[in-house]
């Protein structure tokens, strides 16, 4: 949507330009039309890109953000939109039927890259997704400021006590529905780029909550940055494979429900992509 409309209007100054300038009147309109149409591009862009570090200026994230924010989430939402096209990163969904249409859930899916939050966010959308993130990203630039204003939760994976008060908060952000919210259940990415065993304790948040569990996996997202850099575009598979509800679970272990849901995600990621533990 967001690229549609810089492509229109960069369209529209570029003919207007031609039009001041007489470029029609000849055959200088060959080179006046690209020129002024890719100057009008790129000086949206940075329009776009300055918009976005004011908003980023704003966020005080020594403030805790009690809710979702409309303003950023919509950013976000329509500059994720622009973005991944522009980059060639395609997306194939599969499963997304299964999703509940309403209500709040835990989503968990396995972590290989960088890029895997921004996929999720844009194929999730609709969602209001909340991520469980590392201390260390609130740092980054844009990225940090953002990530406060949806309501992601840091987590201090050292300190027990400290990342008992993040799985608190989000058991809060679901059961005031403000957020459903995602985690990448094995700690984080590993070096060696596989699927590995996770960590049970964020399963409490969906016991606690009593929501369901969206289980997924990313394939191929280890390619994106490095295309990337080459200016190759990258395919990446999203696959929904279940949804358990609440009473599925409740009755379990969350070290018996961590196991179910790494089994039937290294299932469908094959052996080539899981670790050897």
């Not at 939109?81 to 499963?95: C, D, Q, S």
Request: net charge neutral; with cysteine.
């Amino acid at each position: 949507m967001l690229l549609g409309v810089i492509l229109g209007i960069s369209a529209v100054a570029a003919a207007l330009i031609c039009v001041a300038s007489g470029a029609f009147s000849g055959l200088a309109w060959l080179w006046v039309l690209p020129v002024s149409f890719l100057g009008s591009v790129v000086l949206l862009a940075l329009a776009g890109f300055a918009f976005l570090l004011i908003l980023c200026k704003r966020v005080d994230q020594s403030v805790p953000q009690e809710d979702d924010d409309p303003l950023y989430r919509k950013v976000t939402d329509l500059y994720l939109a622009t973005i991944l096209p522009v980059l060639r990163i395609r997306t194939i969904e599969k499963g997304m039927e299964k999703v509940p249409g309403s209500g709040r859930f835990l989503l968990v899916c396995n972590h290989t890259d960088d890029s895997d939050p921004i996929i999720l966010l844009h194929s999730f959308a609709k969602y209001q997704l909340a991520f469980i993130s590392k201390r260390e990203n609130s740092s980054m630039f844009v990225i940090g400021p953002m990530m406060h204003k949806l309501q992601c939760q840091l987590i201090n994976r050292e300190n027990d006590r400290e990342a008992l008060k993040t799985i608190l908060k989000c058991i809060q952000i679901l059961k005031e529905d403000k957020a459903s919210v995602a985690v990448f259940p094995e700690g984080g990415i590993h070096d060696d780029y596989k699927f590995h065993h996770f960590r049970p304790g964020v399963f409490k948040i969906a016991q606690k909550a009593k929501v369901p569990i969206v289980v997924c996996t990313l394939k191929n997202t280890t390619v994106v940055i490095p295309n990337i850099k080459r200016l190759r575009g990258s395919t990446v598979e999203l696959n929904v494979l279940d949804v358990i509800q609440p009473e599925e679970f409740a009755e379990i272990t969350t070290v018996e429900l961590a196991d179910r849901i790494y089994k039937m995600m290294a299932a469908d990621l094959g052996p080539e992509l899981v670790a050897m533990e």
